[in-house]
């Protein structure tokens, strides 16, 4: 019914940046808040950042002031602005939108995933 496929993961050097996108698609009616996460091998998946759909945004402590999440609803689109990148950024990073359906369902819905590895 609603898919989410991320892109713009890739290898970065140590203080670089990238740029995530999260577009959705399918039967959607509205979007509420969308978030990023992301899973380093060996470890648990955890919240990055996330965003209402009114643009209140939160974020992990080891990502402030150095990511920003913003969101196009127009275009059923997030995004995370990924700034001075650290090896310990890196991870396979996942976009989870809670959406509601023309249907009437209301879905937690999560992409595919995209690496992201900082190394020089």
């Known amino acids: 019914q609603v898919q989410l496929v991320e892109s713009g993961g890739g290898l970065v050097q140590p ?27 060996g470890k648990e998946r955890e919240l990055v950042a996330r965003i209402s759909s009114g643009g209140s945004t939160s974020y992990a402590d080891s990502v402030k002031g150095r990511f920003t999440i913003s969101r196009d609803n127009a275009k059923n689109t997030g995004y995370l602005q990924m700034n001075s990148l650290k090896p310990e950024d890196t991870a396979v990073y996942y976009c989870n939108a809670e959406c509601h359906t023309i249907e009437g369902d209301y879905l937690q819905v999560w992409g595919q995933g995209t690496p992201v590895t900082v190394s020089s």
Do not use: H, T, V
């Not at 740029?19 to 698609?25: I, T, V, Y």
């Open 15 to 41: 203080g670089g940046s990238l740029r995530l996108s999260c577009a959705a698609s399918g039967s959607i009616f509205s979007i509420n808040a969308m978030g990023w996460y992301r899973q380093a091998p």
